[in-house]
């Protein structure tokens, strides 16, 4: 694992490295190319004292995805020996920022169990100060290197948003406060491509991604420092699959 | 969106949004277009959201997720919900039973604790279930526009956001980065609760009485639906070491 005293390109290799061992992974990397992945695999354990490095923690979850989505789960951690193992003490792999949406669960859908991952959850998956500080806490406290943003098809929140700032229509109750959180996502969005309502829903969770790997001064400098990667990926409804989003990451890493 | 009443809002469909947006992505290519300039444009197609097929009320709703609590203390878990036929199912819309605003804890969650599967939970999680504007829209979200009749505030036992708000709190220290906004949230149950015997237990309990309130008075939008009998607030504290939920006078 790069440590801090790795220089900028080499950090940079290592990364784009990572990337290209996560795009083996998961097959082309792209939801419309994508082949489903072996199944098979070991069994997620709790982390133990060490840290997880991120390629193996995107791996478990993507293992534990492709059990979801072939309907052979194994609900690794459901059991009483779980709970009164990790009762005095949490060590998630991995820190997810998803919709609150009921259809996204991420223990459900990555296969996992008790003490396995740290889950923060607002609708539309946005970044705002506690949920910033939520993951703050999962990487700098709890040591977890990898953070997935996940994003899902037919966000009802990206719908709320688009629908609101389409019509003018002003925000009723707090949901200004997601389309203040939303709106720079649709600017960004290439709408020329796809369907909007998913594109934008795409670069609202790059965007999110983004804003995280910057945020500075705690996970801004885990991220330079090699010690945190945050990954987009976006959820399929229909076929239950987890793809990563990951040209943004890249551009970073190129910019 | 937020609002129960039926709105002119909830009549426009995707059609309106997939069309603004080719017309949009024409202007897109050579200028900046302002998306509050942009013109509404109407259609008749429905809102994709179906209503549930049954609706629970909140006794009801509090009463399947203390069944599912009771199969999980007893390790007679039955995942229900979770099949790929159940996937397609729920694909073109979510009618939740419940929400749920818990911990971002890897210990804590609701889907676990409550045996549930997809569809069934709206789920907000963040580091000590406290709240925010965002996390306000979401849950608004599910209770104007899912019409869930139930939400559950779940605080836990050894909470860590609770645990590092009372220490910073104790220490006069001031918390790095953004965490600092988790203890000004969390603030006033540690004030309230520090002088206890258990003072984390005290603090993630008291947290949870606060949120509960906080809701209705935060948000006219929940407020209102609490007074039409539509929804019910309650509060919870799960056991890490026995696994039950209880749900908080």
Same mark, same amino acid.
Request: glycine share 8%; charged share 25%.
């Given at each position: ?19 290209? !061992? ?17 199944? =098979? ?28 989505? =072939? ?61 910033? !500080? ?12 990898? *953070? ?11 719908? +709320? ?7 003018? !229509? ?11 959180? *939303? ?49 987009? +990926?976006?959820?399929?409804?229909? +076929? ?16 | 969106?937020?609002?129960?009443? $039926? ?84 694909? %073109? ?16 969650? $609701? ?28 849950? %608004? ?12 505030? #779940? ?14 709190? %104790? @220490? ?23 002088? @206890? ?21 935060? @948000? ?10 539509? #929804? ?11 696994? /039950?939920? %209880?749900?908080? /006078?």
């Amino acid at each position: 694992m790069p440590t801090t005293n790795l220089s900028a390109s080499r950090r940079r290799f290592l990364r784009l490295a990572g990337l290209a !061992a996560a795009g083996s992974l998961a097959g082309a990397c792209r939801p419309w190319t994508r082949e489903p992945l072996a199944v =098979a695999g070991p069994t997620p354990t709790l982390r133990g004292p060490d840290p997880v490095e991120t390629d193996d923690a995107l791996e478990r979850l993507l293992q534990g995805n492709a059990r979801y989505v =072939a309907d052979r789960m194994q609900r690794p951690g459901h059991t009483e020996e779980r709970r009164a193992q990790v009762a005095e003490g949490q060590h998630p792999f991995a820190a997810i920022l998803t919709c609150a949406d009921s259809r996204v669960p991420p223990e459900i859908l990555f296969d996992q169990g008790l003490g396995d991952l740290f889950v923060v959850r607002v609708a539309g998956n946005v970044a705002d100060d506690e949920i910033t !500080a939520s993951l703050e806490y999962a990487a700098e406290h709890l040591g977890v290197r990898l *953070i997935m943003v996940l994003g899902h098809e037919r966000c009802g929140a990206i719908r +709320a948003v688009l629908e609101s700032v389409l019509t003018g !229509a002003e925000a009723e109750g707090h949901l200004e406060s997601l389309v203040k959180a *939303i709106e720079p996502a649709l600017e960004a969005a290439d709408l020329t491509r796809g369907e909007v309502w998913d594109t934008v829903g795409d670069a609202n969770v790059r965007r999110t991604a983004a804003q995280l790997r910057a945020s500075r001064p705690i996970l801004h400098e885990l991220v330079e420092a090699g010690e945190l990667r945050v990954v987009g +990926a976006r959820y399929d409804l229909d +076929a239950g699959w987890v793809t990563l989003l990951d040209d943004a990451e890249v551009e970073e890493a190129h910019g | 969106m937020m609002n129960p009443r $039926p709105s002119r809002r909830n009549f426009l469909g995707l059609a309106a949004l997939t069309a603004a947006g080719a017309a949009l992505a024409a202007c897109n290519r050579n200028t900046r277009v302002n998306p509050l300039d942009w013109e509404p444009l109407p259609t008749l197609e429905p809102s994709p959201t179906p209503r549930a097929p049954e609706t629970l009320t909140a006794d009801e709703a509090l009463a399947r997720l203390l069944e599912g609590n009771h199969r999980f203390v007893e390790a007679q878990l039955v995942h229900p919900d979770q099949a790929p036929e159940h996937r397609r199912h729920l694909a %073109e819309g979510q009618h939740p039973f419940a929400a749920v605003l818990g911990c971002a804890d890897s210990r804590v969650p $609701p889907e676990i604790l409550f045996d549930q599967g997809l569809g069934d939970l709206f789920v907000a999680r963040v580091a000590g279930n406290i709240l925010s504007e965002t996390l306000l829209a979401s849950l %608004e979200y599910a209770a104007a526009h899912l019409h869930v009749p139930l939400i559950v505030v #779940l605080g836990h036992e050894r909470c860590g956001a609770c645990q590092a708000a009372l220490a910073t709190i %104790e @220490s006069d220290g001031e918390a790095p980065g953004h965490l600092a906004s988790l203890v000004t949230a969390l603030k006033p149950a540690v004030e309230a609760a520090r002088l @206890s015997d258990d003072p984390v237990t005290a603090i993630a309990r008291e947290n949870v009485r606060r949120v509960v309130a906080a809701l209705a008075r935060r @948000s006219t939008v929940l407020a209102g639906l609490v007074k039409k009998r539509q #929804l019910k607030i309650v509060g919870g504290y799960y056991d890490l070491d026995d696994g /039950a939920v %209880e749900i908080m /006078a």
